[in-house]
Nanobody, 125 residues
Framework: QVQLVESGGGLVQAGGSLRLSCATS????????MGWFRQAPEKGREFVAA????????YYANSVKGRFTISRDNAKSTVYLQMNSLKPEDTAVYYC??????????????????WGQGTQVTVSS
């Protein structure tokens, strides 16, 4: 079982930046895909970005492409989401999630086995 703990959320003005972190523990991550999702009030959980732990291939939702960057630090077993040029519509609870024993990236939250507790990101206009 992999434990995921997010941090780094907060309140920022439109145009600002935040970096979210997701610390992982519990097992090796060679066959693992990490994703970031977000959920705004009264909306479903939305795919934001994903990264293959082995190789580092990245994938993004169109709504964040060019503004957000997902990355990983193998030594720290941590995944990051750098968010730049934030917009009010980026306001949501952000979750990191993991798929074990696979290198297949999915944009569906139903395909992820492990979830963090979530961190709030609020972007003011």
């Amino acid at each position: 079982q992999v434990q995921l703990v997010e941090s780094g959320g907060g309140l920022v003005q439109a145009g600002g930046s935040l970096r979210l972190s997701c610390a992982t523990s519990g097992r090796t991550l060679s066959s693992y895909v990490m994703g970031w999702f977000r959920q705004a009030p009264e909306k479903g959980r939305e795919f934001v970005a994903a990264i293959r732990w082995s190789g580092g291939s990245t994938y993004y939702a169109n709504s964040v492409k060019g503004r957000f960057t997902i990355s990983r630090d193998n030594a720290k077993s941590t995944v990051y989401l750098q968010m730049n040029s934030l917009k009010p519509e980026d306001t949501a609870v952000y979750y990191c999630a993991g798929r074990i024993n696979t290198v297949a990236v999915s944009t569906s939250p139903n395909d992820y086995n492990n979830w963090g507790q979530g961190t709030q990101v609020t972007v003011s206009s």
